[in-house]
């Protein structure tokens, strides 16, 4: 049964800061992975989808990596803004399950 | 195309009663799945449809959620004798058939039972 989580649980840096969120997955045999932002009491948005046979995809400030064979997912996000103030969630998806979602990282960008 | 949509986007019930929410999913995509949120958690997985087929339930789903696809369009979910612990956020979302299948989520509903 495929398991996720995520490190650190909460991160507050100032803005201008470049940061790492992390993901970790318990079962390899991924399909793909996809990283998403919630604003509170709101609904997901999608950010990156990476595909197994992929390494990395980026948008924007945003650049996600998969390394499938340590089970590891980072979610980098370059010269932060307080915009960015959210919590960032990963889910993976296996072959034939559905979507496990990590616990999610809470992140605060201080002006 | 708008996007997923949810109705409503929040709920107070008192604990006993039954509600019920609705899913618009994006109008090409077959797939449309249902989760449930609660505060600090990521979503869990409760139920999924292809088309109007129900393919997979969660053992979170216990015999008081239905949940239904009629036209293998919009979807509700129902839950019956709520209880205190039933309230969380509700979640939808649908994907296509195609590559790399990304998911699109709906804003969510909101349920607080009192």
């Known amino acids: 049964k495929q398991e996720v989580t995520q490190i650190p649980a909460a991160l507050s840096v100032p803005e201008g800061e470049n940061l790492v969120l992390n993901c970790s997955f318990t079962?390899?045999?991924?399909?793909?992975l996809q990283w998403f932002r919630q604003d509170p009491g709101k609904g997901l948005t999608s950010l990156l989808l990476?595909?197994?046979?992929?390494r990395e995809q980026t948008s924007g400030r945003l650049n996600a990596s998969l390394d499938k064979s340590s089970g590891r997912s980072t979610l980098y996000i370059a010269a932060s803004q307080p915009g960015d103030s959210a919590t960032y969630l990963c889910?993976?998806?296996?072959?034939?399950?559905?979507?496990?979602f990590g616990p999610g990282t809470r992140l605060s960008v201080l002006p | 195309d708008t996007g997923v949509s949810q109705d409503p986007r929040h709920k107070i019930t008192k604990r006993g009663q039954n509600v019920t929410f609705r899913c618009d999913p994006i109008?090409?995509?077959?797939?449309l799945y249902w989760y449930r949120q609660t505060l600090g958690q990521g979503p869990e997985f409760l139920t999924y449809?292809?088309?109007?087929?129900?393919?997979?339930k969660s053992r979170l789903l216990s015999d008081r959620f239905s949940a239904e696809r009629p036209k293998g369009s919009f979807s509700t979910l129902e839950i019956q004798r709520t209880e205190q612990g039933d309230s969380a956020m509700y979640l939808c979302?649908?994907?296509?058939?195609?590559?790399?299948?990304?998911?699109?989520f709906g804003p969510g509903t909101r349920l607080t039972v009192t």
């Open positions: 979302a649908s994907r296509g058939e195609q590559a790399p299948y990304e998911q699109y």
């Open positions: 079962d390899s045999a991924i399909y793909n």
């Open positions: 990476i595909q197994s046979s992929q």
């Open positions: 889910a993976a998806h296996n072959y034939g399950q559905n979507f496990v």
């Open positions: 109008s090409e995509h077959n797939r």
């Open positions: 449809f292809q088309n109007e087929a129900q393919l997979e």
